[in-house]
């Protein structure tokens, strides 16, 4: 999968259950995603403050 389709399908599963907070591996495994594909994911998502990363290393909904 590219990783502008991973960046959207990792997007919606926020969208849909907003209190998430996974790693990057939990994440590459719930969303059946290769890591570094879904790594790619998650650090767009960050740069635009969509998602955030937590000091315990959890991804997380950024502030809304």
């Not at 767009?44 to 990363?53: E, P, Q």
């Amino acid at each position: 999968m590219d990783v502008d389709t991973a960046t959207k399908r990792v997007r919606a599963e926020y969208e849909e259950m907003p209190g998430l907070a996974l790693t990057v591996p939990q994440a590459s495994k719930l969303f059946g995603l290769e890591r570094d594909v879904c790594r790619h994911a998650i650090d767009r998502l960050i740069g635009t403050a969509y998602l955030r990363k937590t000091r315990a290393g959890t991804i997380t909904r950024g502030e809304r």
